[in-house]
């Protein structure tokens, strides 16, 4: 495969990657802002599978060779020190 292709997917796939860890972390915000305390049960199970679900785009993404590892466990852990903020704002209210 050509490198310029190789490099404008890798390019595509990171930017889809960090667009739906966004998306988890703004679904996750709204839930706090409007429905539920982080302790509900249902809090937990959207953020389990929304996280699972983004773990399993990130393993694909390495496994086609669009993405290093390392970047893929950034996004993640990026993600969870978001999210770990938006629940301390949260519980301080």
Same mark, same amino acid.
């Given at each position: 495969?050509?490198? &310029?292709?190789?490099?404008?997917?890798?390019? &595509?796939?990171?930017?889809?990657? $960090?667009?739906?860890? +966004?998306?988890? !972390?703004? =679904?996750?915000?709204?839930?706090? %802002?409007? =429905?539920?305390?982080?302790?509900?049960?249902?809090?937990?199970?959207?953020? %389990?599978?929304?996280?699972?679900?983004? #773990?399993? +785009?990130? %393993?694909? !993404?390495? $496994? =086609?060779?669009?993405? +290093?590892?390392? +970047?893929? &466990?950034?996004?993640?852990? #990026?993600?969870?020190?978001? =999210? #770990?903020?938006?629940?301390?704002?949260?519980?301080? &209210?």
């Amino acid at each position: 495969m050509d490198t &310029k292709i190789q490099l404008s997917y890798q390019e &595509k796939a990171l930017e889809l990657l $960090k667009n739906d860890a +966004e998306k988890i !972390a703004q =679904l996750i915000k709204v839930q706090m %802002d409007n =429905l539920t305390m982080p302790q509900c049960p249902l809090y937990e199970e959207v953020l %389990d599978t929304q996280m699972f679900g983004l #773990s399993r +785009e990130i %393993d694909f !993404a390495v $496994k =086609l060779g669009l993405l +290093e590892r390392s +970047e893929g &466990k950034e996004i993640i852990a #990026s993600l969870e020190q978001e =999210l #770990s903020v938006l629940h301390d704002i949260h519980t301080e &209210k």
